[in-house]
Nanobody, 123 residues
Framework: EVQLVESGGGLVQAGGSLRLSCTASGFTFDDYTWGWFRQAPGKEREEVSCIEISDGSRYYTDSVKGRFTISSDNAKNTVYLQMNSLKPEDTAVYYC????????????????WGKGTLVTVSS
């Protein structure tokens, strides 16, 4: 059974940090490109960051560059999103997802999705 399980969300004050984790099971972790997406209240879901496991290449949306870092631990089948200098506008449900296409995260093309973890940043 394919599973993606996110953890690490919570309530934090502006300027604080959180680390999200996404642990995968049921398929070969290394064969996929991994992404973090988020959906804020009343807004459409957006891509936050993407990492290709094979070469470590990374992508960040402009609003999180310099504050968020995506990484992976292949031995643990886990992808992380370290979020620093959090802002109230980062408040959202964060989802991890995987796609079998190399080097790109396409929201409408992701093969597997987690159920999400809520991040709330207070001002």
């Amino acid at each position: 059974e394919v599973q993606l399980v996110e953890s690490g969300g919570g309530l934090v004050q502006a300027g604080g940090s959180l680390r999200l984790s996404c642990t995968a099971s049921g398929f070969t972790f290394d064969d996929y490109t991994w992404g973090w997406f988020r959906q804020a209240p009343g807004k459409e879901r957006e891509e936050v960051s993407c990492i290709e496991i094979s070469d470590g290449s990374r992508y960040y949306t402009d609003s999180v560059k310099g504050r968020f870092t995506i990484s992976s631990d292949n031995a643990k089948n886990t992808v992380y999103l370290q979020m620093n200098s959090l802002k109230p506008e980062d408040t959202a449900v964060y989802y991890c997802a995987a796609i079998s296409w190399p080097g790109i995260c396409l929201e409408n093309g992701m093969d597997y999705w987690g159920k999400g973890t809520l991040v709330t940043v207070s001002s």
